[in-house]
């Protein structure tokens, strides 16, 4: 998410306001052939949403918990270790949330 907003909001020509020189460079950077990384970067972020709002919610854990871990390994291949490594983090309460659940 903070490549999104550095993206976006940072380093903005004066003759536009901010939504819409963001909302240009959005546009711009999806356009391109090969934007995949943001692709890939804005489903991380949508996953990682659902899955805390479930968490949140207490609905189905266990499986939010086996999502997390395919995030997370997906995540590896795609990312930094220590991206995937934070994406990882809620599986140190698996145990907790096994036995909640």
Do not use: R
């Amino acid at each position: 998410m903070g490549v999104w907003l550095i993206l976006l909001l940072v380093a903005q020509p004066d003759c536009l306001k901010t939504f819409e020189a963001a909302k240009q460079t959005f546009i711009y950077v999806l356009t391109q052939p090969y934007s995949a990384f943001f692709y890939y970067s804005l489903l991380s972020i949508f996953v990682c949403f659902i899955c805390g709002l479930l968490l949140f919610i207490n609905k189905y854990p266990i499986y939010v918990m086996y999502a997390v871990f395919l995030h997370a390994a997906i995540a590896l291949l795609i990312y930094d270790w220590s991206l995937a490594l934070v994406i990882a983090l809620p599986l140190t309460l698996f145990n907790k949330i096994k036995v909640n659940a």
